[in-house]
């Protein structure tokens, strides 16, 4: 917490992994709950409080129905003696209890104490062919003795729970008849009023459902009205976080409040998104201030980690190193104003080497590793893990130097056009050449690359984001062997080797060895290149620098490296170039001193 098409099957948003659930579904779904929990059990409740209630008035019925049996069953007695007919005074009895038969398993039984049934009738035909219940007949008899014992045979009545052939569980009222000598017994099976109750139990946990489903989209409704707001300022919130890059502003961006409240109500939700507002822009603020003192490595690290430490590693990286020629005199002459030129001079090349990374051009994460007067550090290579091999960070230090040297003579070529109109106007004054020659500034540009130091460096208070090592000075020495050799870019063997790893690179560049340097503090030579791009679509280094002329003056370094001073002499006469008068200059008519070795050792940094 992109585009804001991110969302999940349901339709939420998502931050990262995370789905995002509105506010308003996880209020709905507890009230939604609770109401089915509170409108369930309720229900429940009722069905128990029902349930006895139905067994109470079942028992009362099945009483009353039992003492109609009884009636009918006493006066059938009294037909039988006279017509000498059991069987059809029987079969009355069984026709008058059917007619009360109200549900599927409903029975009248009349049963004899020693187990055997004088009749019985059931709903729809059903008949058992004898009581298997020994335990509920013996309750009956037990009930009937205790009657007899107490002096009232006639009172033996009561209620029974028995179980049929089957196994089901029957519940009714009993009462014990004299004359045909047997229990009358009227009964229900237990199971079909509970299955009754659990009809209307569920009858009515659909209407619940139905209604609850109902209230839901009404709820909603309602609670996207209430949270309306909130909703607007969880998708302003969520597309800032989707969109929120660590990028460098323009002096003209203006960093705004992330939540439109225009709309808003005036409530604690409004006034929390206010206050959101207020803290996200000083942060902004204060972050675009912090990125514009110190490395973007460190502010990526900063915001990612939530912290900076003092820590490094060794890492592979490549150092590029540029100042600006004779900038002390240029200071002299300026005085104050230089700031200005520096800025102009540093607004061009710092974009040069740490680009913008939306469009994908800093490819090996190249950052300025400081700035120091009128110098500045590039490194390339932080991206990836430190055991990775990355030639291409030193295709894109020797891009960048040919870019720095280009914005460097565009800017050269605006003042030679200023001049020309201060000298049409006559106002070219021997003051505005000073100034003139004072801010037509030249760089050069050192490359070099290898095992460094990088980290954080300091105590904590005070730290810096930093490269140290011998190839970080190296690059140093290298730039300032441009103002010796009057070329404006210089690079390593390391740096070569890894330009020639990439294959565009490779057509692309061509590498003439220009000299083996000792410098001052080594004991050991140094062979510098110049990366000649055969692409270079400037006018004048297209003429100046060609493979023809570097062909012409390698052939003459070879000689110088062999001792045959005399070839070398001729052959960079031949070419024509400014770095071979540097030769010349070095050599003059001597020939190779004796033990030569073919290193030119510098006597000054």
Same mark, same amino acid.
């Not at 340097?517 to 004991?523: A, E, L, Y």
């Given at each position: 917490m992109g585009s804001s098409a991110e969302k999940n099957f349901f339709g939420f948003q998502k931050s990262g992994k995370t789905t995002i659930v509105p506010i308003s579904?996880?209020?709905?779904?507890?009230?939604?709950?609770?109401?089915?929990?509170?409108?369930?059990t309720t229900n429940f409740i009722t069905l128990v409080f029902t349930q006895r209630q139905t067994i109470s008035l079942t028992n009362e019925l099945l009483v009353y129905q039992l003492s109609d049996l009884y009636s009918n069953a006493s006066n059938q007695f009294q037909i039988s003696m006279y017509s000498q007919n059991e069987v059809d005074s029987?079969?009355?009895?069984?026709?008058?209890?059917?007619?009360?038969?109200?549900?599927?398993h409903s029975v009248a039984i009349g049963l004899k104490r020693d187990g055997s049934m004088l009749f019985m009738v059931g709903k729809d035909g059903l008949e058992w062919d004898d009581f298997s219940d020994g335990d509920a007949l013996s309750s009956l008899n037990a009930a009937y003795?205790?009657?007899?014992?107490?002096?009232?045979?006639?009172?033996?009545?009561?209620s029974v729970v028995f179980k049929s052939p089957a196994g089901e569980e029957y519940m009714g009222v009993y009462k014990f008849h004299e004359d045909?000598?047997?229990?009358?017994?009227?009964?229900?099976?237990?199971?079909?009023? /509970?299955?009754?109750?659990?009809?209307?139990?569920?009858?009515?946990?659909?209407?619940?459902?139905?209604?609850?489903?109902?209230?839901?989209?009404?709820?909603?409704?309602?609670?996207?009205?209430?949270f309306s707001s909130i909703k607007s300022f969880t998708s302003d919130v969520y597309e800032l976080h989707k969109t929120q890059r660590l990028e460098k502003l323009g002096d003209s961006v203006q960093v705004t409040a992330p939540i439109d409240i225009s709309g808003a109500s005036n409530d604690d939700i409004t006034y929390l998104a206010a206050n959101f507002n207020s803290l996200y822009m000083n942060t902004a603020n204060l972050r675009n201030i912090f990125q514009r003192f110190v490395s973007k490595n460190v502010v990526d690290q900063a915001y990612n980690d939530r912290r900076v430490e003092l820590k490094g590693e060794q890492r592979q990286l490549t150092i590029l190193f540029t100042d600006i020629k004779n900038f002390t005199n240029r200071t002299e002459i300026l005085g104050n104003e230089i700031i200005r030129l520096l800025n102009i001079h540093y607004n061009s090349i710092i974009g040069i080497i740490q680009p913008d990374e939306?469009?994908?051009?800093?490819?090996?994460?190249?950052?300025?590793?400081?700035?120091?007067?009128?110098?500045?550090?590039?490194?390339?290579?932080?991206?990836?893990?430190?055991?990775?091999?990355?030639?291409?960070?030193?295709?894109?230090?020797?891009?960048?130097?040919?870019?720095?040297?280009?914005?460097?003579k565009l800017f050269r070529q605006k003042m030679d056009e200023r001049k020309k109109e201060l000298?049409?106007?006559?106002?070219?004054?021997?003051?505005?050449?000073?100034?003139?020659?004072?801010?037509?500034i030249d760089i050069g540009v050192g490359i070099d690359g290898g095992e460094v130091f990088y980290g954080n460096i300091g105590s904590n208070r005070y730290m810096a984001n930093t490269v140290i090592g011998d190839n970080v000075n190296s690059a140093s020495r290298i730039e300032g062997l441009t103002r010796f050799y009057k070329l404006p870019i210089l690079v390593s063997s390391y740096v070569r080797d890894e330009v020639m790893k990439v294959p565009e690179a490779a057509e692309r560049y061509r590498f003439y060895e220009v000299?083996?340097?000792?410098?001052?503090? /080594?004991?050991?030579?140094?062979?510098?290149?110049?990366?000649?791009?055969t692409m270079q679509e400037d006018p004048d280094y297209a003429a100046e620098f060609t493979?023809?002329?570097?062909?012409?003056?390698?052939?003459?370094?070879?000689?110088?490296?062999?001792?045959?001073?005399?070839?070398?002499?001729?052959?960079?006469?031949?070419?024509?170039?400014?770095?071979?008068e540097v030769f010349l200059d070095r050599i003059g008519l001597k020939n190779a001193p004796a033990g030569w070795s073919g290193i030119w050792i510098m006597s000054t940094k």
């Open positions: 579904i996880k209020i709905l779904t507890v009230f939604v709950l609770l109401i089915l929990i509170s409108c369930l029987l079969n009355s009895v069984k026709d008058a209890a059917k007619r009360d038969f109200s549900r599927p003795d205790k009657a007899v014992s107490e002096g009232n045979p006639e009172r033996v009545e009561g045909w000598n047997c229990f009358l017994i009227r009964a229900e099976l237990r199971s079909d009023t /509970k299955n009754e109750l659990y009809r209307i139990y569920l009858k009515i946990s659909g209407i619940i459902l139905i209604l609850t489903i109902g209230f839901v989209f009404v709820g909603i409704s309602v609670l996207n009205l209430l939306d469009r994908g051009e800093n490819k090996s994460k190249a950052f300025i590793g400081s700035l120091i007067g009128d110098a500045v550090l590039g490194v390339f290579g932080i991206s990836g893990k430190k055991e990775d091999v990355n030639p291409q960070k030193s295709v894109d230090a020797v891009s960048c130097a040919w870019k720095m040297t280009l914005k460097t000298e049409a106007a006559g106002r070219f004054t021997s003051q505005a050449r000073q100034v003139y020659e004072a801010v037509r000299d083996t340097v000792q410098v001052k503090g /080594k004991h050991v030579g140094k062979k510098i290149y110049f990366p000649l791009d493979q023809e002329k570097f062909e012409v003056f390698e052939e003459g370094l070879s000689a110088y490296y062999a001792g045959d001073w005399k070839t070398a002499r001729s052959k960079w006469k031949k070419c024509g170039m400014t770095v071979a």
